[in-house]
């Protein structure tokens, strides 16, 4: 009935309205119908995650088609995991996963912006003003917004450790692990210093920061570790060491079991000679590589998984645990570049091609166990590339994950400030500085320009409100007081929430990157405009 009455009242107001010059698209029903379809389900999308903003906003629990549960209050994952069909809606879930590549930060602000947006084109097309015109109108409202954005930036150097804090915490603040904020921060901060060169890098490979996840103690345990973490254990089965001091690492691309033709086939033996053979020859193909892998120098043996057959069967374990070598399996294929990065080696794809030269160097590569999990550590490594590794550890999986999340969007906010080496106070106040200041440029604008920019004006203070609204504070005194201050020059007035009142957020230390403001400003408004642009939805056959 709703879906009804909503899509039934554009047509009374239609032809209700007075004939205007400018009303010839009105008379056309199918393309105003379409538009407002579209406006509808996207807005039904932000305003799904918009209780999710902020240091205060609530978590949703989502149970995937596997009967997965997440738990997050991440916009970029709580959209992916959303089942989304009408396709207005789904642009919205692109956005909030453009914003997470872009920028790291910010995926929920930037659909309910875009919603905000929307619902701002939704009252200027009952207007009557043409939907090109507005899509127009709002692009050079955005452009304006990212200078004002760009005028009350500050700049940053990234010599100074403690804003880079701050500005993790921030990223931290509105996550579930926010109150271990003053223990992830120094970690995320560091692990990135780790792996850039502040003077020279403009970007940050976030594939050299690895995250190694085990369950048991709580999140305080977690710790950037000096050196190379590794997920799998070391097999102790046939008695292998389990520490060895100055090693030689080598990553192997083969198997240490017999080989296997590549067509099924059966091999009958009547003769126990023949079958004595067999197992002869298979002892001396095995011992043959491990003592070309000896030969080597090599102490310590990293396996890649094989899905053909095993990677080593008892024999070869045998025969390595004699020769004093640590063997490894399992070694995913993703995780070999960056092996090879952290430690120095270089991957063997065979056994003739096994030199001393593709051996990778360290004082230390131990099985060490703690808070009931087991991992290897390799520390000391020589000629080691910029990496680094994070041990996160949480009492279960769910916890795990969330944090693993949150300190994926603290590293964004890092690297967003090696990209563009600038912050903005949080907390809603750049949001209010650029509404008034697009207020007082709509009065200097003509025609429907003066009347788009007041409407983008208008949109832009859904942040400031929404986070009034999920704090449990009033949003309209609130925001009344946040307009009041600002049009008095505290350009750095926002939203307290923890006190509940508006302070000074740069004393507050409530700061974030550039980026994240101007991108979530431009990716919005483009995505808004090609919604106003869509005037009819066709089928594919």
């Known amino acids: 009935?709703?879906?009804?009455?909503?899509?039934?009242?554009p047509k009374m107001s239609a032809s209700a309205a007075p004939k205007r010059k400018n009303d010839t698209f009105n008379q056309v029903d199918k393309p105003t119908q379409v538009r407002l379809s579209n406006i509808t389900a996207a807005k039904a999308v932000a305003d799904a995650i918009r209780t999710s903003l902020g240091p205060r906003g609530m978590d949703k629990m989502i149970e995937t088609g596997k009967k997965e549960v997440v738990i997050s209050n991440d916009g970029a994952t709580i959209l992916k995991h959303m089942s989304v069909l009408h396709p207005a809606a789904r642009m919205l879930v692109d956005l909030s996963a453009a914003q997470d590549v872009e920028a790291g930060d910010g995926t929920t602000s930037v659909v309910v912006l875009a919603g905000s947006l929307l619902s701002a084109a939704e009252k200027l097309l009952k207007k009557g003003i043409h939907p090109t015109q507005?899509?127009?109108?709002?692009?050079?409202?955005?452009?304006?917004?990212?200078?004002?954005?760009?005028?009350?930036?500050?700049?940053?150097?990234?010599?100074?450790?403690?804003?880079?804090?701050?500005?993790?915490?921030?990223?931290?603040?509105?996550?579930?692990?926010?109150?271990?904020?003053?223990?992830?921060?120094?970690?995320?901060?560091?692990?990135?210093?780790?792996?850039?060169?502040?003077?020279?890098?403009?970007?940050?490979?976030?594939?050299?920061?690895?995250?190694?996840?085990?369950?048991?103690?709580?999140?305080?345990d977690s710790e950037l570790v000096p050196g190379l973490v590794l997920n799998q254990n070391a097999i102790t089965s046939a008695g292998g060491p389990t520490r060895i001091e100055k090693a030689k690492i080598g990553l192997i691309q083969f198997q240490l079991s017999p080989p296997k033709p590549d067509m099924d086939n059966q091999v009958v033996v009547n003769d126990y000679r023949q079958m004595d053979r067999i197992l002869k020859e298979e002892r001396n193909y095995l011992l043959n590589l491990v003592k070309k892998i000896k030969k080597a120098g090599c102490t310590v043996l990293l396996i890649q998984k094989s899905?053909?057959?095993?990677?080593?069967?008892?024999?070869?374990?045998?025969?390595?645990?004699?020769?004093?070598?640590?063997?490894?399996?399992?070694?995913?294929?993703?995780?070999?570049?960056?092996?090879?990065?952290?430690?120095?080696?270089?991957?063997?794809?065979?056994?003739?091609?096994?030199?001393?030269?593709?051996?990778?160097?360290?004082?230390?590569?131990?099985?060490?166990?703690?808070?009931?999990?087991?991992?290897?550590?390799?520390?000391g490594i020589k000629n080691s590339g910029k990496t680094a590794s994070i041990i996160m550890r949480g009492a279960n999986q769910y916890v795990l994950d969330e944090a693993d999340r949150s300190i994926h969007d603290a590293l964004c906010v890092i690297r967003c400030l090696v990209k563009k080496r600038a912050l903005v106070v949080g907390g809603g106040a750049p949001e209010i500085e650029i509404s008034q200041r697009l207020s007082q440029l709509a009065k200097t604008q003509t025609g429907f320009q003066s009347i788009c920019f007041q409407a983008f004006a208008e949109a832009v203070e859904v942040i400031p409100t929404t986070l009034a609204e999920?704090?449990?504070?009033?949003?309209?005194?609130?925001?009344?007081?946040?307009?009041?201050?600002?049009?008095?020059?505290?350009?750095?007035?926002?939203?307290?929430?923890?006190?509940?009142?508006?302070?000074?957020?740069?004393?507050?230390?409530?700061?974030?990157?550039?980026?994240?403001?101007?991108?979530?400003?431009?990716?919005?408004?483009?995505?808004?405009r090609m919604l106003m642009k869509i005037d009819d939805i066709l089928a594919a056959r």
């Open 1 to 9: 009935m709703a879906a009804v009455a909503a899509s039934g009242a």
């Open 134 to 220: 507005i899509a127009e109108g709002f692009q050079y409202a955005a452009i304006e917004a990212v200078k004002i954005l760009e005028e009350i930036s500050i700049p940053i150097n990234l010599d100074d450790r403690e804003f880079l804090l701050k500005s993790a915490t921030t990223s931290l603040s509105s996550k579930v692990v926010s109150q271990y904020s003053s223990i992830l921060a120094p970690i995320v901060v560091d692990s990135v210093l780790r792996v850039v060169n502040p003077a020279v890098d403009t970007n940050v490979d976030l594939n050299d920061i690895r995250i190694v996840k085990k369950v048991g103690g709580t999140i305080d």
């Open 307 to 379: 899905i053909l057959r095993d990677a080593v069967n008892s024999l070869s374990l045998h025969f390595l645990s004699k020769l004093k070598i640590m063997a490894i399996k399992e070694i995913e294929r993703d995780e070999i570049e960056f092996i090879c990065k952290a430690t120095g080696c270089k991957p063997i794809a065979d056994i003739d091609s096994f030199t001393e030269d593709k051996l990778g160097y360290a004082d230390l590569v131990e099985e060490a166990e703690s808070n009931g999990s087991r991992i290897v550590q390799i520390s």
């Open 470 to 528: 999920n704090s449990g504070l009033s949003p309209i005194s609130i925001v009344t007081e946040l307009r009041n201050r600002h049009a008095n020059g505290e350009k750095a007035a926002g939203i307290n929430v923890r006190k509940g009142t508006i302070s000074d957020m740069l004393r507050e230390n409530v700061i974030q990157p550039l980026l994240v403001s101007t991108s979530a400003i431009e990716l919005s408004t483009e995505t808004v």
